[in-house]
């Protein structure tokens, strides 16, 4: 098939052949012809030029794609590792939910047992801290009745001699050392004047107690119970009393200290035998020298 350009062409061949036309617008019709290709040319070289900026674009755009699917792709596999990654953190954190409640209920439990074991420890500290109390107040009372054993065993052998012979006696009365004298050694029935052998027991006693520096004495008269009759005094108190008086100047003339000795009546009312026999009656009828305990040997020994 002829192109335009070349159809022209002929055309003007045949009319300049043909002698229909003048030199003229042969020419012209070249210049056509001319132009004509000229317009073929630029219009065939503006499609080439077209399809390859096409093909270009089209490869661009197919590199473009490759690239985008690559990406795509590598999104994708991100993606997964990513929700992999996340189910396992769902796992962990709930792996580390349960660890952390149980922690809890173990920090709890733990708790509970460090408070019972304050609480134990608090009671075992007081118990022990009671025991040592009662540690030492044991202490203490062995100590203060290891001394009054020794003060008592040093009464006895320096009255020794007065011991034996029966004139007076040394005994523990409710933990406390007394020196026991007849009244009937020192007085006669129903009077306070102390009778000649009575002084030289007093005076043998008021020197062993005088040796006893800083300790203070109870000097106590009682009687049995019989009622009084041939006396100046109304009542067995009045005559215990006059004769515990009695006594306690005879030591302080013998050489105690005043400050050291003190006087009670007890009359019939604190008996150490029954009244119901002749030799009960003259056990009651007495005069104690009750040694006082200092401030310092009131121990509470602790109860069990």
């Keep these: 098939m002829l192109k335009s350009s070349q159809l022209l062409t002929v055309a003007a061949l045949s009319l300049y052949a043909s002698g229909c036309v003048s030199e003229r617008k042969y020419d012209a019709a070249l210049a056509e012809i001319d132009r004509a290709r000229a317009t073929q040319r630029a219009s065939q070289a503006a499609s080439h030029k077209t399809i390859a900026e096409l093909e270009a674009e089209t490869q661009r755009l197919k590199d473009y794609m490759r690239e985008a699917e690559a990406r795509c792709t590598a999104i994708a596999v991100e993606l997964a590792r990513r929700v992999q990654a996340a189910i396992g953190c769902v796992k962990a954190l709930d792996e580390t939910t349960a660890m952390n409640a149980a922690l ?142 009695e006594v306690l100047r005879f030591l302080i003339e013998s050489g105690m200290p005043p400050d050291s000795v003190s006087a009670a009546g007890y ?29 310092d040997e009131f121990v509470a020994v602790p109860g069990k």
């Design 267 to 295: 009359g019939e009312f604190d008996p150490v035998a029954g009244n119901d026999s002749a030799e009960g009656k003259a056990r009651n009828r007495r005069i104690e020298i009750t040694l006082q305990p200092n401030i």
């Design 104 to 245: 809890r209920s173990e920090l709890e439990r733990l708790g509970k047992d460090a408070d019972e074991l304050l609480q134990a420890k608090g009671s075992l500290a007081s118990s022990l801290k009671e025991a040592q109390l009662r540690l030492e107040e044991l202490r203490r009372a062995q100590a203060a009745a290891d001394a009054r054993a020794a003060l008592f065993k040093e009464v006895a052998l320096k009255l020794k001699r007065m011991i034996d012979a029966g004139e007076l006696a040394v005994v523990l009365r409710s933990g406390r050392m007394v020196v026991v004298l007849p009244t009937d050694v020192l007085f006669d029935s129903g009077r306070t004047q102390i009778k000649p052998r009575g002084k030289e027991a007093l005076s043998e006693v008021a020197r062993v107690l005088a040796s006893l520096a800083g300790r203070r004495f109870q000097v106590a008269g009682h009687t049995d119970d019989q009622p009084i009759r041939y006396s100046a005094f109304s009542s067995n108190w009045e005559l215990s009393a006059a004769r515990g008086v």
